[in-house]
């Protein structure tokens, strides 16, 4: 297992090399797309190798749970005004309120009853974090997200009933398959619903990803190594 004192651990040195991976990936798709963003994956990752890639110059994270950002994050955000923190997983009702005051945006928006509630916090908050919707593109039984049946009513009542503004789609391709159908079928999806922000792409797919509109991509082990088990 790799931590912060394992020298093998250069979390610069990925954080430059998958840079230099999206870039490729952006000039071989060969049109005049915004540059792509870098979503660090730090979830399990402690403080300490976070601050490697705080020290390097990034700023863009991405975590899976609120009690852990609560944990991990404040004193960084205190530091780095700059910050942008992404929560990439699922959000349970009850803790809307506590998402929208840590996240700048919340991926993972899955269902009206969630909607509505992060709705509610941000009229009441003075943040005003970006929201995207979750799409379970594999139609898989365990899967977090909306199915793509459900998708255009959650977005239209979004933005009609819940006046919850979403400005894009996210997805997790099934595990053991092909991911490039499932990419096109999202950025299909979100270019008839005009939506801009394609979250796709992980440590083993982002190259694919971009090739087909990722505008985001979610990069974890690539850069910070394998995830602990205990943070
Ligand atoms: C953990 C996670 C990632 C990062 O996965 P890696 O394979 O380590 O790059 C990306 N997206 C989501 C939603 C995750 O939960």
Redesign the pocket.
């Known amino acids: 297992m790799r931590n912060a004192k394992d020298t093998s651990l250069d979390v610069a040195e990925n954080l430059a090399n998958v840079r230099r991976l999206i870039s490729a990936a952006e000039a071989a798709r060969n049109n005049s797309d915004a540059p792509v963003e870098l979503i660090a ?1 730090s ?1 399990m990752h402690s403080v300490e190798t976070i601050k490697m890639a705080l020290a390097s110059g990034h700023r863009v994270f ?1 975590e ?1 749970r609120v009690q852990e950002t609560q944990k991990k994050w404040p004193d960084q955000r205190d530091r780095y005004p700059d910050l942008s923190l992404h929560l ?2 699922p959000l349970q009702t009850n803790k809307s309120a506590d998402a929208v005051e840590l996240f700048d945006v919340i991926q993972t928006v899955d269902r009206p009853k969630l909607a509505r509630a992060l709705a509610s916090h941000i009229q009441k908050s003075s943040r005003n974090p970006e929201c995207m919707i979750q799409v379970n593109i594999g139609d898989e039984a365990q899967k977090a997200g909306v199915s793509i049946a459900d998708f255009p009513d959650l977005l239209a009542q979004c933005r009609g009933e819940f006046d919850l503004p979403i400005s894009g789609v996210m997805c ?1 391709p099934p595990v053991s398959e092909n991911p490039a159908p499932y990419f096109a079928l999202l950025a299909k999806l979100a270019d008839r619903h005009d939506l801009k922000t394609l979250s796709m792409g ?3 797919d982002y190259e694919t990803a971009i090739k087909f509109g990722a505008t985001s991509v ?5 850069i910070f190594g394998p ?1 602990p088990t205990i943070v």
């Not at 979610?218 to 690539?222: I, L």
Request: glycine share 32%; hydrophobic share 30%.
């Open positions: 994956v979830k991405g899976n990439i997983g997790i992980m440590t083993g979610r990069v974890g082990t690539g995830r």
